[in-house]
């Protein structure tokens, strides 16, 4: 077989291989479409739960989702972007560096609920914040601090050493030029981080099971030391727990295509962003 032949044949395996892999997403989410669809309604979406979670609607794990995916950005994505800044910028090429990367690595490939039991000894237990929207944003802040510290050391990378060179011979200080050249230029690849993480942390389970999240509340948390509920926890108590699984097995068809539409709508956001930033970048 010549070069030609055999390059066909590689294509032509990388492609099944591609259609395969879109046929599976599509089939999953089609049937959670299919299935969740006939449940959604106003009255699903801005009531709560009743009849032990076999009527009413899922508005405060809707909120309480809410709620936990922007405080753990709140928390991560400034520390996971300084810290990706230390890295690429400041600290060289020296062992400590090369330690760092590897733990961040390492960190990164950890199962989440060793963060759901590091939260609970850490937040919960240790700092005293108790189940609480703070432990839960904070453990999921450090789930998503690897994806970010990654990709941001990797958009650092991919700006030009002459931006750099060019922006120190105008007399412009370090600082300066992190702020005013390299961070602007990296940032559409930043926000793919954040892309990344937003549909990470959106769907965790097990982290918000041992720090924050209840099976059911009569009323929205009020502030950062209440529980809350969240829709992949409600998710996971409906398929499982609930007092009639049958009963609410369409809620939880519902519950999940939910989730998908909200990590989607957020992912569509950050995109949104990551364009406009790219179009003023080349301006």
């Known amino acids: 077989m010549n070069k030609k032949h055999s390059q ?13 892999v879109v046929l599976i997403l599509f089939s999953i ?11 959604i309604n ?3 979406l801005s009531k709560f739960p009743g009849e032990g979670m076999t009527t009413g609607g899922i508005f405060p794990a809707i909120v309480g989702t809410l709620y936990l995916t922007i405080g753990s950005l709140l928390f991560a994505f400034p520390l996971g972007v300084m810290s990706a800044l230390y890295t690429q910028e400041y ?12 733990m961040t690595n390492n960190l990164a490939s950890v199962p989440s609920i060793v963060f759901g039991l ?5 937040f919960v237990n240790k700092l005293n914040f108790g189940d ?3 432990a839960g944003s904070l453990t999921l802040g450090l789930l998503a601090l690897p994806v970010i510290i990654r990709t941001t050391e990797e958009a650092l990378k991919a700006v030009p050493d002459t931006y750099r060179a060019a922006s120190l011979a105008l007399g412009a ?3 300066q030029t992190i702020s005013k050249v390299v961070l602007p230029a990296a940032m559409p690849n930043i926000i793919t981080g954040l892309i990344l993480s937003i549909g990470r942390v959106s769907g965790e389970t097990a ?31 409906l398929a499982t727990s609930g007092t009639d699984i049958e009963a609410s097995r369409p809620m939880a068809y519902g519950t999940a295509l939910v989730l998908i539409l909200i990590v989607l709508t957020m992912n569509l956001l950050a995109t949104f962003i990551r364009r406009k930033l790219e179009k003023k970048r080349s301006k």
């Open 173 to 175: 200080t370090k600082l």
């Open 8 to 20: 066909f044949v590689a294509f032509l395996i990388f492609k099944l291989l591609g259609i395969i």
């Open 118 to 122: 590091f939260g609970m000894s850490l």
């Open 207 to 237: 982290p918000i099971l041992f720090t924050v999240a209840a099976y059911f509340l009569p009323h929205l948390p009020s502030g950062v030391f209440d529980q809350a509920m969240a829709l992949p926890y409600h998710l996971y108590v």
């Open 29 to 39: 989410l089609g049937f959670i479409i299919i299935n969740g669809v006939r449940v």
């Open 132 to 134: 609480s929207l703070l």
């Open 91 to 102: 600290a060289g090429k020296g062992w400590i560096v090369k330690t760092i990367r590897m």
């Open 42 to 44: 106003w009255e699903f």
